[in-house]
């Protein structure tokens, strides 16, 4: 699987959006942009993912370069309940993936 | 509807002692992952069940460490002669279909704690 490049950590104003950068510019063809994100104590939640063109659903936008080898998840709105760490993972979409995180960015939404 | 579950969702165990680990997925889902997540570090793979096939083992740390799925639903996740290492938090997770736009669901985890 491509390797991401991810920013240590970010802040965002509450009700301001959240755009969280994630560089794969070692992707291939045939491989997904996901989104995960964890918070505290609890486990990962699945966010989004994408493979070439741009994705929206009810928790954020995916974002995806036309070269893929970056992308950015937006947060439309951010709340304080999205304080997480955000992983994104590149990976072939297999029918029996397993997942593996890196570090992540830590956002953390202020009032 | 009801998500993962696991329990109990802390344990301490001296070192030594054996543990098991329950996993209740969410009904009707096919797939169902074990992972574990280290203070500090990412997430690592444990094991696999798909169905009635042979689960995926090639995640698992060592052979004190194994799991069963019975009736294709709850998962048990034994490690046994548990060490300091061991100390974790263990994560569930379950799929609906093994197909690229079936995400997995996880549950809380369960903090094992090794003295």
């Known amino acids: 699987d491509a390797k991401t490049t991810q920013p240590p950590s970010m802040d965002c104003a509450e009700g301001r959006a959240a755009n969280l950068p994630c560089n794969h510019s070692t992707i291939s063809g045939n491989e997904y942009v996901y989104w995960y994100r964890q918070i505290h104590s609890q486990g990962p939640q699945y966010i989004i993912h994408g493979l070439k063109n741009n994705e929206t659903n009810e928790m954020a936008s995916l974002i995806i370069t036309e070269d893929r080898k970056s992308s950015t998840l937006i947060l439309p709105h951010a709340t304080l309940r999205d304080t997480a760490v955000y992983y994104c993972i590149v990976r072939v979409g297999s029918n029996d993936y397993k997942l593996s995180f890196g570090a992540g960015t830590t956002v953390t939404v202020r009032a | 509807g009801a998500g993962v579950s696991q329990s109990p969702s802390n344990k301490v165990t001296e070192k030594g002692k054996d543990v098991e680990l329950r996993c209740d997925p969410i009904?009707?889902?096919?797939?169902l992952y074990w992972y574990r997540q280290s203070l500090g570090q990412g997430l690592e793979f444990l094991i696999y069940?798909?169905?009635?096939?042979?689960?995926?083992k090639s995640g698992l740390p060592s052979d004190r460490f194994s799991a069963e799925r019975t009736g294709g639903s709850v998962s048990t996740l034994t490690i046994q002669r548990t060490q300091q290492e061991d100390s974790a938090v263990y994560l569930c997770?379950?799929?609906?279909?093994?197909?690229?736009?079936?995400?997995?669901?996880f549950g809380p985890g369960t903090r094992l704690t090794v003295t």
């Open positions: 997770a379950s799929r609906k279909y093994t197909r690229p736009r079936y995400e997995q669901y």
């Open positions: 009904s009707g889902h096919t797939a």
């Open positions: 069940f798909q169905g009635n096939s042979a689960p995926d």
